[in-house]
Each structure stands twice: as C-alpha cells, then as structure tokens.
C-alpha cells in the first residue's frame, strides 16, 4: 500500500448540514473543512445508518453487548473540549460529546483475563489499546462535535478520542469492541514501520489549521493544551 493511501487513513472531517445529501462513499480530501480538519480515510465506504447501528461487544466479557445508537446515548454524557493531533503534522480543535469507556466495562463485565481491546471499524481499519488506556480520563467515545450528532465525514455514528495520540489511533466508524487478552498494537504498522504501536505524540512541530494555515509551534509532546 502506498504512503499517500496510509495518510488518508489518520483521522477526521466535516460539519454536514442536516439538508445536505449523503454521500455514497466516504472519501479522503486534503482541503480543510470549515472546522480546520482534513479528511482521512482508509477505505472509502458508505455512511452507516443510525436507525440500524448496532455496537458489538465481544471477547473475554461475561456479558456480552448488542448496542442501538439511542442505547449509547442514554450512557452518562460528557464533553470535552481537545485538539486532535495529525501524524501528517497538522491539528485542529472543537469540542467533542459523548461518554467514558468505563460504562462499557460496567455493562459487558470483562473478565479478568482481558486486558486489552480491539476496535474494529466500517472501513476495515482496527486499533488496539489496553483496558487501562481507554479509562484514561481524556479518552471520549464521541456520538457529537462541535455541538451537533457526529457527521458521518467524522465517522459517525460512533469515534474514538484520545488527544494524547496521533489521530491513527483515534478509530472511527467503530462497529465491534472486542476484549482480549492482549494489544497487538495499531493497523498503522501492519502498514509501515514509521508509525508507533501505541501513537503517543512526540515532542516536535505542529501546524494548527484552526488558527493559521502557516502557524508553526513547537510541541513536547503528548496532548496539546497550550493552545
């Protein structure tokens, strides 16, 4: 797989108005949109359809889950307001809703083998995490940006947000969660060596779209809070 088709793969998107038509597929596009974000994808693939969404959760659990899109929303809700950190360099900001993975684990009940999970997406990408990342507290299981339902450029109807990581690893488009006894890293590096495992965003240069096209900061890595 070429560098250029990786690079679609990293992270998120756009605002789309309630009138606006569905796409048929959802496509990568290197323009930012009108919140400062770019659109990554993969494998370009059909939005999914929120009255038939379903979460799968699955593996090393007691309980396992079958969850309709109004079941998540009825989780406990938060919102947080994060940058979303790109590989490509670039990032921008908004405010994310949605609820903690701890509600998960309170529902399905893992067993004590299971340390770890696998998201699986629509579009055929996957990322690994350990349990104890994902009870992070910046970690957000998004169903809403910037104040409205997840678009489906952002990969609704469900997300991942981790701001303390590159945005590979931020997966959307999740349809299954899958508990296992151990990580076995990220898709991005079954794709190239240049990725890390578990994304952690390294001290370097940043390039916030949402205050400058031609901003340059410097960064020490990990979230991004100074700005």
């Not at 038509?21 to 659109?39: A, G, I, Q, T, V």
């Not at 979460?55 to 994060?82: D, F, H, M, W, Y």
């Not at 908004?94 to 696998?118: C, D, M, N, S, Y």
Request: charged letters at 25%; glycine letters at 8%; a positive charge.
């Amino acid at each position: 797989m070429n560098r250029r088709r990786f690079l679609a793969a990293a992270a998120v998107s756009a605002t789309v108005r309630a009138d606006e038509p569905k796409p048929k597929l959802l496509l990568p596009s290197d323009e930012p949109d009108e919140l400062h974000f770019r659109l990554m994808w993969y494998n370009p693939v059909a939005p999914l359809d929120p009255a038939t969404y379903k979460l799968q959760i699955s593996g090393l659990v007691e309980k396992p889950q079958s969850l309709a899109l109004a079941q998540l929303r009825r989780l406990p809700q938060e919102s947080q307001n994060t940058r979303m950190k790109c590989v490509q360099c670039w990032s921008s900001r908004t405010t994310w809703g949605g609820f903690r993975f701890g509600h998960l684990l309170e529902a399905a009940k893992p067993l004590a083998t299971a340390k770890a999970v696998r998201l699986n997406c629509a579009d055929k990408w996957y990322e690994y995490f350990s349990i104890e990342d994902l009870l992070k507290p910046r970690v957000l299981m998004v169903l809403d940006m910037a104040g409205k339902p997840l678009a489906d450029r952002h990969g609704a109807p469900l997300r991942l947000i981790d701001p303390g990581r590159y945005g590979y690893k931020s997966a959307k488009l999740i349809t299954s969660i899958e508990f296992v006894a151990e990580g076995k890293g990220s898709m991005a590096c079954d794709i190239g060596p240049y990725y890390s495992p578990t994304g952690e965003i390294k001290s370097g240069y940043d390039h916030p779209l949402d205050i400058g096209a031609d901003v340059r900061r410097k960064i020490s890595g990990g979230e991004i809070t100074e700005y």
